[in-house]
């Protein structure tokens, strides 16, 4: 608790200096540094080589003043703070930058900020302070008294990560990059790290540091007389990035370490070495322009241009040399900013003031060279950039030793341009001979060897050898992360390099994360229309394409073209590859048209910006040639490829991988189009271009040989087809991931190929394969694409198949649940039924409702069997139809009749056991309101006493000691419930398809049970159990049930109810449906005594038999349509389906029996006599959907198995044999 205002802004001022003390990144360098340089800590180095630059710039009151304006800026609206930035712009001098240092106010929380994140504008434009500041601290170093030693202590926290390199690095250099705060007093910096340690990420430390001012050492100063704060007599003050060599460490208590350090002196060898070390990174005449150096070095383009622009106005125009020095420099930096003809602007002009006036061999005329053959590279213009190389490498090989790196960064930029030519043997060579010169001239982790690593891999890549590559992108990696900040754009480049080879392999997941890292450090150390963030989002965007998430594609496709549209001339050659992207991208997605007018956006860029030979040019060629053999136009698609072929033959060597792609794209057109030996031609040019190029086992020779493969399957040869197909399934599993989409592909074709040769089984296999890979394979967006995609073709197919009997069930069902709430709230509200509620509640309502839907299922259950009803009805309504579609519709309906009948059946059980159940439930309630007393249940139940119309309770005369539930098999309703249940249970175990099928006897006899069902059902409410009030007038239940106790004496109620029996309606309902099935039976039993005459009997494989015969006045049967059969001898009663196999135009009915069941085994030995014993059949029929359909289109694919082999044979012979028909098969 504080009571003094002082004290809390005391305790507040010292939690926020131990917050920024815990802050203070430290850098440290192991003991092996003076051996190995390149384990130095980055950080290290680029704020030694910028504390150095900028003790050495000039700086005026300018600075003074343009520090002040940017921080009125950053403070708008701050008051306080601005007042005190005019104050410090009025009065500050430089003997005063201790006591503005220790103020606290803006300076303080800004420098060390700037520090300790390298924010080198800040940095920079507080230059003149920090030089002042320093510059003091060593004033007043120089005029301290020798003391023989001196400790001072630190306390901070600082995270587990470099607590660990501490513990490893005893012996070595510690730095704390920014201005050191120390004191005196030991107690101050243990109560600084105990405070530290209170955070579970952080170690406590305190720092005892030794200094002997004997030895010369860095400066640092007592704040006693200088600090704002005049109480800070113990707090001495080190100069920024101080050098510490470690000595010892001991722990104090738990996470709470004293670390001792003592200050090195100016000759000490570790930091001498480093620093001369540093010193050769950074060459120029002057500060600014080794701040400019320093500046493209770290990646800060933009600030880098400003130094230079500022040195390019204050240089003479006599200055030659520096004059064509400081464009190459801005050349340079445009050429990083990815604005290539302005940086061939500068280089252009830096060469031409060499050639004027300096000497032809002059060696920076060989840089100028180099980086003129960089720019043409990147335009696409390989001969001018290989001539540039060249004259590059031809002064250099003249004035330079033979194991300088300049002359290893001119083998590498030859190499790249091999690379992008194509010769990937020549490239390889040109990197090795680079890397040969740089592993003797730089230190093992130079930056410069780990972008030859870069291009090392870059051409294994291109080779296909992808797991080489990623070994030297993982090198380079390692590399860069020891010379390089974290945030460094060449580390966003290695690492968007590994995601582009993760792509390739098919390992999406771990792309997408390497991807992801790149944009974190663009977005960090790039302005936010840099180009090359619009190249992390290409990459990102074709990592999604592969993926098959069209959508996120095109979401970083679009970024990409935000930026670029901002920050590139609007014919810019990147602006038409990322048209490119899009294109292809809706390509996939089937949107020709979109994709087909980003194609011609990126040929309008191409056309204006590249010359008409340019490889560029004929890859949007090959892209538009591809959008016409999607749209199945191969004539146009041929004549884009081979445009594009002219221009790769004209602009790249004759075994440039590109060629072969476009002699691939060339051969599937022509296999698109029968040409197949054209086909197979090209096929073989671009695999002999592939041999000489890529590595035996690179995915596109894998593609190659699929489309061979395809070639010979379309022409039968599944041999060789078979042959080409396993190559490139070998290839893809050596070089691509196990779940790769190409595989898959690979696969369903190797499947077709043992599909054709009759192989089901090894197919069946392959396709299991071809569909675990697609599971684990595609992303959700395409799955979801497919899943949308089989959505709408089954919604179709239903619309087509399923449509009319899933209306009509619908009704069905909306009919039932409408006649069970209907009638369930006419006896939940009817007076009439008030009494009778009271005794047994909602189960009378409940039964009540379920007799009513079971009447009404009673009343359909017939309708779908009278076959002759059902064929006349289809035979009428479709004639009395227009449209197509709806005749289609109404014969789908009629043509599930079965279907619907068993629903019906399931109906009846459903509601019957819910009425059983309602029924079961009021015999116990009429049973337990005999043991009721002085209520009105028991006032109902004497009812009886008082006349024979007054009785409610059916069983309220018996004595309640002798009712059970036998009692109810004493009524009729009672009896024929019991009868109904066991007709329906048998009914309904009888329909399995097991006993359907294996003992059709069984369900054809228990299926007329229906007969005893409708008598019983008729009979069943003819008791009349269920009685309603019928003297409502003079009884009113509503009042008279409260006064129970007062009737035949209350005036409102003197007189007693009065009940009478329901009326049976089931008869009604029944009435109708069995009157068209007797008519139903009679018209069969009459077509049944119709002679059939049998022609013959054909007994074929697999247990069937073929019955042939002629009968008079029967109508042809059409093709789908089925029959019945009885034989009599077997079963006077039975009568079984089948299906007709016989054409309209032939002169017999013919069916073919497969005998699996006791009635066709049976119906199979009375035909082993035949001709001698022909036993007696009569036919019913025929019935059933005619294929007619069939017929109405131009082509039909007919798909037959099981039970569907009948119809599709009649099918067959009827297109056969029909002469107006000229069908082809």
């Known amino acids: 608790m504080f009571y003094q205002i002082e004290d809390l802004c005391y305790r507040l001022q010292q939690d926020v200096r131990q917050f920024s003390s815990n802050l203070t990144p430290i850098s440290i360098i192991k003991p092996s540094s003076t051996t190995n340089r390149d384990e130095l800590d980055q950080s290290f180095m680029y704020s030694q080589l910028l504390k150095e630059i900028i003790l050495d710039m000039p700086y005026d009151d300018k600075a003074k003043k343009e520090y002040a304006d940017f921080c009125r800026i950053q403070y708008a609206g701050n008051h306080q703070r601005i007042e005190v930035i005019d104050e410090f712009e009025e009065t500050y001098q430089p003997s005063l930058s201790i006591w503005w240092y220790t103020r606290e106010t803006f300076i303080y929380s800004t420098l060390n900020k700037a520090l300790r994140n390298q924010d080198t504008e800040i940095v920079i434009k507080m230059g003149f302070f920090l030089r002042d500041l320093h510059c003091q601290i060593e004033q007043l170093y120089s005029k301290m008294k020798n003391h023989d030693r001196l400790n001072v202590f630190r306390g901070q926290g600082v995270s587990l990560i470099e607590f660990d390199k501490i513990k490893n690095s005893k012996g070595g250099l510690l730095s704390f990059n920014n201005f050191l705060s120390t004191s005196a007093d030991k107690d101050v910096g243990y109560t600084f790290a105990d405070s530290a340690r209170q955070n579970p990420d952080l170690v406590g430390i305190r720092f005892k540091i030794e200094i002997d001012s004997s030895v010369p050492t860095a400066p640092f100063t007592s704040l006693a007389e200088y600090s704002y704060y005049r109480d800070n007599e113990n707090e001495i003050l080190f100069s920024m990035h101080t050098v510490f060599r470690i000595v010892d460490m001991q722990e104090i208590e738990d996470r709470l370490w004293e670390i001792n350090l003592i200050v090195t002196n100016d000759d000490d060898p570790l930091l001498t070495n480093l620093t001369k070390y540093i010193r050769d990174e950074i060459n120029g005449s002057t500060a600014l322009h080794r701040m400019g150096q320093l500046m493209i070095k770290m990646g800060k383009f933009v600030k880098a241009e400003e130094f230079y622009n500022i040195l390019l106005d204050q240089t003479s125009e006599d200055d030659h040399e520096n004059i064509a020095h400081l464009n190459h420099q801005l050349g340079i930096i445009k050429q990083q900013n990815g604005d ?701 049930a409260s006064l129970y106790r007062e009737w035949g004496i209350n005036q409102q109620c003197l007189i007693y109810p009065r009940f009478s029996s329901s009326k049976a309606t089931s008869w009604i309902w029944l009435c109708a449906p069995l009157c068209l099935y007797i008519l139903e039976r009679f018209l069969r039993f009459i077509r049944s005594l119709q002679h059939v005459e049998i022609i013959n009997i054909i007994r074929h494989e697999s247990n069937v038999i073929e019955i042939r015969f002629r009968k008079k006045f029967m109508s042809t049967p059409q093709p789908g349509q089925y029959i019945y059969l009885k034989c009599f001898s077997l079963s006077i009663f039975e009568w079984h389906p089948f299906t007709v196999t016989s054409a309209a135009e032939e002169t017999y009915i013919s069916v073919h029996i497969r005998t699996i069941g006791n009635w066709t085994n049976d119906l199979a030995q009375k035909f082993q006599m035949y001709p001698q014993d022909i036993p007696r059949l009569a036919v019913d029929g025929p019935y059933g959907s005619a294929a007619d359909d069939v017929f109405n289109y131009d082509g039909v694919i007919l798909i037959g198995a099981g039970i569907g082999v009948t119809p599709y044979a009649a099918i067959l012979k009827h297109i056969r044999s029909s002469q107006s028909n000229h069908a082809r098969l």
């Open 340 to 1040: 290539l003809s302005n940086a061939l602007e500068f280089f252009l002009k830096a060469f031409k003031i060499m050639k004027q006036h300096l000497s032809p061999n002059y060696p920076d005329l060989a840089i100028v060279y180099h980086n003129i053959g960089l720019v043409y590279r990147g335009l696409g213009e390989y001969p001018k950039a290989l001539s540039y190389y060249e004259k590059a490498l031809e002064i250099e090989q003249k004035s330079l030793s033979s194991d300088d790196p300049k002359l290893a960064a001119t083998y590498c930029n030859i190499g790249l341009l091999y690379n992008d030519m194509g010769q990937y043997s020549m490239a390889l060579s040109y990197y090795d001979k680079a890397c040969e010169i740089q592993q003797k001239s730089l230190p093992l982790y130079h930056p410069f060897l780990s972008t030859t690593y870069n291009n090392i891999a870059l051409a294994h890549k291109e080779m296909g050898n992808y797991e080489e590559a990623l070994s030297y992108y993982e090198k380079t990696l390692e590399l860069q992360h020891k010379s390089l900040p974290t945030d460094h754009p060449l580390l966003a480049t290695t690492y968007c390099n590994i995601g582009s080879v993760l792509n390739l392999m098919g390992k999406y997941s771990e792309a997408l994360n390497y991807h992801n890292k790149t944009l974190e450090i663009e977005l960090k150390s790039l302005s936010s229309n840099h180009p090359s963030l619009a190249t992390t989002y290409c990459s990102i965007g074709l990592l999604y394409h592969e993926m098959g998430q069209y959508s996120l594609a095109l979401t970083n496709y679009e970024k990409a073209l935000e930026i670029q549209r901002k920050s590139l001339p609007s014919n810019h050659q990147d602006l038409a590859n990322t048209y490119n992207h899009i294109g292809l991208t809706y390509d996939q997605k089937d949107e020709y048209s979109k994709a087909l007018s980003y194609y011609e956006m990126s040929l309008e860029i191409q056309q204006q910006s590249v010359s008409s030979n340019n490889p560029l040019l004929a890859t949007t060629f090959n892209n538009i040639g591809s959008v016409y053999a999607s749209r199945q136009n191969y004539s146009d698609s041929l004549s884009y490829y081979k445009k594009a072929l002219k221009i790769r033959l004209t602009c790249l060597p004759s075994n440039h991988p590109d060629l072969a792609s476009t002699y691939n794209n060339i051969g599937l057109a022509y296999t698109e189009t029968g040409q197949y030996k054209n086909a197979l031609s090209n096929y073989e040019k671009a695999f002999e271009i592939q041999q000489r190029s890529l590595s035996s086992d690179h995915p596109l020779l894998a593609t190659t040989y699929n489309n061979i493969g395809l070639v010979h399957q379309k022409m039968e040869e599944y041999s060789k087809a078979l042959a080409y197909y396993n190559k490139a399934h070998e290839i893809q599993q050596k070089c691509l991931s196990h779940n790769h989409p190409s595989l898959a592909i690979t696969l369903g074709n190797i499947a077709l190929i043992h599909k054709s040769l009759g192989d089901y089984s090894k197919a069946f296999d392959t396709y299991h394969k071809v569909l675990n890979i697609m599971e684990k394979s595609l992303s959700t967006d395409h799955t979801f694409r497919m899943s949308f995609e089989s959505i709408r073709l089954w919604f179709r197919l239903f619309i087509v198949n399923d449509l009319a009997p899933v209306v009509f069930l619908f009704l069905w069902l909306a009919i039932n649940i409408a006649l069970f709430i209907g009638e369930f709230l006419n006896y939940h509200h009817s007076r009439s039924y008030f009494y009778l509620r009271s005794l047994i509640f909602d189960g009378l309502s409940i039964a009540r409702a379920a007799g009513l839907c079971l009447n009404f299922n009673c009343l359909l259950i017939l309708l779908p069997v009278c076959r002759n009803l059902l064929s006349l009805i289809r035979y009428i309504l479709p004639q009395c139809i227009t449209q197509s579609r709806f005749r289609r519709f109404t014969k789908r309906l009629f043509d599930q009749h079965i279907g619907f009948h068993r629903c019906i059946g399931y109906a009846i059980c459903f509601w019957s056991i819910l009425h059983v159940g309602a029924h079961i439930y009021n015999y116990e309630r009429l049973i337990d309101v005999h043991n009721e007393y002085q209520s009105l249940s028991s006032a109902l139940n004497l009812l009886y006493l008082q006349s024979s119309e007054s009785q409610i309770n059916p069983f309220d005369r018996i004595n309640s000691n002798s009712l059970h539930i036998g009692t109810m098999l004493r009524t009729t309703a009672g009896i024929t419930g019991v009868i109904l249940c066991i007709c329906l249970m048998i009914i309904f175990s009888s329909s399995t398809s097991l006993i359907r099928r294996s003992f059709y006897e069984i369900f054809w006899f228990a299926h007329h049970l229906f007969i005893i069902f409708f008598i019983c059902l008729i009979l069943h409410g003819f008791q009349g159990i269920v009685k309603s009030q019928i003297n409502l007038n003079e009884h009113n239940p509503e009042i008279c």
